[in-house]
């Protein structure tokens, strides 16, 4: 293998372990942070509803914040690469001390709960940011971006299929039935793997493709220059109609199946399912985008998570017919997760193109602010029904109102979710107009390097 072929994998691989990491954590968030607030930690669902909106209100300022810094970071690493080197072991904590039950009182522990979620949010933000911002810098080839977004995906399935899993079984392994130490001794240890994951990302990545922008804009700059990114305001609205969908769900997925279904052991499988076929799913992707283009993929894949989540209605009880609907749906939804977080690089060069200014880094920091507006819409909403069925986790028989409200959350409104992405998305039109921009500012680039080159050379003389 040349070195041109070496270096290519190992970006690939590099850029991979740092999702890797970050799902590690991530799917232990999605699947069991509401049920280790409400049954573990004991807050009341309406009181964890209100601090995962609260919590989201503080990420909209941190999460700009962080992006806008990543675009100012000037170091002999780049921009994005940094923030993976000091920010791996305070994510590391954070993990930890979230999931952490403390011996205070109720309202102590509510308030130790707003603590530790803000801070593991805040380093989520640190570490995470980076991964989509460095996207554009590592490369200007579209088929490339998809490729390493593929090689991103897989790694971060196959670190969410671990927590899917073995989480529980290791929570109840090592806590030998006290949850609450279970769930933080496993913390503990995928933080600390999360951590090396990191530094490995560090290491391995390079930013080859780094570009100054052509302005040097101001935050508030930075920011309006979004407006005129038409693409980028659907891709934005996407991520709310995506996520809420994903993260409802997901938060939905152990009540549903205990409940509901009233057979707790499947729960497990269908969270493997759901990590462990999109994993495989997702290696299909670079060469469906090439055929289709990188919307349509998007679109096709989420009317087949759709149809998987109609098969999973219509089993109702019926466990086969369920891991059906749940294998078509996670088909779906590996293809479409993929090729989103390679379409999440190119409205960054359409704004180039555009204003002149060049904001991966906060229109990334933007990014997952939505997805992080999408989580505590879902979080609030999740807890509400939870609260509005008068959901009680004593009991062995849920009244019909909290029935309803958990299948609403796992079906009914990630179905209503997953139509309007599939419209929104009908509106995208920048695979057209990709290579033409890329063409154009090629020149541009070319253009202003020559007149930096010239400037330089005329104050030597």
């Known amino acids: 293998m040349d070195r041109t072929k070496l270096f290519l994998y190992q970006q690939r691989f590099g850029y991979g372990m740092g999702d890797f990491a970050c799902n590690l954590i991530w799917q232990v968030i999605s699947l069991y942070l509401l049920y280790f607030y409400t049954d573990v930690m004991e807050l009341d669902p309406a009181a964890v509803a209100a601090m995962f909106v609260v919590c989201r209100v503080i990420d909209a300022i941190t999460d700009v914040l962080v992006g806008f810094a990543i675009d100012k970071t000037k170091s002999k690493w780049g921009k994005s690469r940094p923030w993976f080197l000091f920010g791996a072991v305070p994510f590391a904590i954070s993990a930890f001390l979230a999931f952490s039950v403390p011996n205070i009182t109720p309202n102590g522990k ?34 490339e971006r998809t490729v390493l977004a593929t090689w991103r995906k897989f790694f971060a399935f196959l670190g969410s299929t671990i927590v899917s899993a073995t989480a529980l079984t290791l929570v109840e392994l090592v806590g030998q039935g006290n949850e609450a130490l279970g769930f933080r ?25 780094l570009q100054d922008s052509e ?75 090439k055929r289709l283009g990188k919307r349509n993929l998007y679109s096709t894949a989420a009317a ?138 090629t020149q541009r680039r070319k253009i202003q390097k020559n007149l930096k080159n010239n400037i330089m050379e005329e104050e030597s003389l």
């Open 215 to 289: 302005k040097q804009a101001t935050l508030k700059e930075t920011v309006l220059s979004l407006a005129h990114n038409t693409p980028w305001k659907l891709f934005a609205l996407n991520i709310m109609f995506m996520w809420t969908g994903y993260f409802i769900q997901s938060s939905a997925l152990i009540y549903y199946y205990k409940y509901y279904v009233g057979n707790t052991t499947i729960s497990s499988l269908v969270a493997t399912i759901m990590t462990m076929i999109p994993m495989v799913a997702n290696l299909t992707v670079p060469f469906l985008s």
């Open 304 to 441: 087949v998570q759709l149809v998987g989540l109609a098969i999973i209605f219509i089993a109702d009880r019926n466990i086969q017919l369920i891991i059906v609907g749940a294998v078509i749906s996670a088909c779906g939804y590996g293809v479409k997760e993929s090729i989103y977080f390679s379409m999440q690089a190119d409205p960054v060069d359409y704004g180039e193109w555009k204003t002149g200014v060049q904001a991966a880094g906060t229109l990334s920091s933007i990014n997952g602010f939505l997805g992080k507006v999408a989580q505590a819409a879902a979080g609030g909403i999740s807890g509400l029904l939870l609260a509005w069925g008068t959901y009680d986790k004593s009991a062995t028989v849920q009244t019909t109102e909290a029935l309803f409200a958990i299948k609403a959350m796992y079906l009914y409104i990630p179905m209503i979710l997953l139509i309007l992405s599939i419209i929104t998305m009908s509106f995208y039109k920048l695979d057209n107009q990709f290579s033409d921009i890329q063409r154009e500012l």
């Open 185 to 209: 001794i496993v913390m503990g240890i995928f933080g600390i793997m999360g951590c090396l994951c990191f530094f490995l990302t560090f290491a391995l990545v390079r930013e080859n493709n």
């Open 110 to 143: 509510l308030i130790y709960a707003y603590a530790t979620y803000i801070f593991l949010s805040f380093m989520y933000t640190v570490v995470n940011i980076p991964l989509a911002s460095i996207l554009p810098a590592m490369t200007d080839d579209g088929n």
